[in-house]
């Protein structure tokens, strides 16, 4: 979508689409607006709730069977698993999609890796997909005249141009780019606390490979699985920055970072968007 800044301050019923890596401030931006008479979409929590669901309750069923205790009371109906992923906790749905290595460290067999990353992959899909739909439902069910998208940080990473269109034809399409020092600030922070990512696959095969000779290593379960994610991540942080940028200008438009982190209510996010339009 392609607006002039007057006729985004004119408009009744606003659809924003906020996108960039993960760090740069959008879940922020959405609990303002979330608490400000906006309906907030996130794709992380629709993943979890919809897509997901299933799996990530396998996942911890099976964890937990391994306990005698939780397995007796499982196995008589006498206790229930439940996900609880919220819009700001998103651990169960991170936990799932896990990290590669050493499964004594609690990493994954590359098998089970690639499994949960193909299915995150298409649960992404899917909650972009539904977009469209919850925008309707938003104002008609719910009574919200404006809309927030909040996407994930891999969403640069779909290869589905008819989703990109869909989302930029029926919003408007606001890119937070990170500065260098942002850029630098937001790989540190990864590294000092790795956590599950998605890959594309021809991306992870050819790191991993680059990996286990740098390393030295011939088997993925010799991997330490924090420390394959902290060598990993500036490689992914590099190779999503010019997939955003292109998203941004083919469809939207782009504020910094530093701009977004000043937003403090409804107004000044108004006033972010402004700018961006002008």
């Known amino acids: 979508m392609r607006l002039s800044k007057n006729e985004f301050l004119e408009m009744p019923n606003k659809r924003v689409t906020l996108l960039g890596m993960s760090g740069v401030g959008k879940t922020r931006l959405a609990s303002i607006l979330r608490n400000n008479n906006w309906f907030h ?3 992380d929590y ?30 008589s109906d006498s206790i229930y698993i439940s996900n609880n992923v919220t819009f700001e906790n ?3 749905l991170s ?13 994954l067999p590359l098998e089970e890796f690639q499994k949960r990353q193909a299915l995150h992959l298409q649960a992404e899909i899917s909650a972009m997909r539904d977009v469209e739909s919850f925008m309707s439902k938003a104002e008609s069910i719910y009574g919200y005249p404006h809309f927030l998208n909040d996407v994930s940080g891999s969403l640069c990473e779909l290869d589905d141009k008819n989703i990109f269109d869909s989302i930029a034809n029926k919003s408007l399409m606001i890119y937070i780019e990170a500065s260098a020092d942002d850029q630098k600030f937001l790989i540190e922070r990864a590294q000092h606390s790795p956590k599950p990512l998605y890959y594309r696959e021809d991306f992870l095969n050819v790191h991993l490979a680059r990996y286990k000779k740098i390393k030295n ?8 699985p ?10 992914l942080f590099h190779a999503r920055l010019p997939r955003y940028e292109a998203i941004a200008k083919e469809y939207g438009y782009s504020v910094s970072a530093r701009d977004a982190f000043q937003v403090q ?7 972010l968007i402004s700018g961006a339009l002008h």
Do not use: C, H
């Not at 924090?226 to 490689?235: A, G, K, Q, Y």
């Open 41 to 43: 979409y996130s794709v």
């Open 46 to 75: 629709r993943i979890g709730t919809r897509y997901l669901d299933e799996p990530i309750l396998d996942n911890i069923k099976t964890q937990a069977m391994q306990v005698p205790f939780l397995r007796t009371l499982l196995m």
């Open 90 to 92: 998103l651990d169960p």
């Open 95 to 107: 936990t799932f999609l896990g990290k590669l290595g050493n499964p004594d460290l609690g990493g």
């Open 217 to 224: 290593i011939n088997y993925v379960a010799e991997i330490d």
């Open 226 to 235: 924090d420390d394959f994610v902290r060598w990993i991540f500036p490689f």
């Open 265 to 271: 209510s409804v107004d000044d996010f108004i006033d």
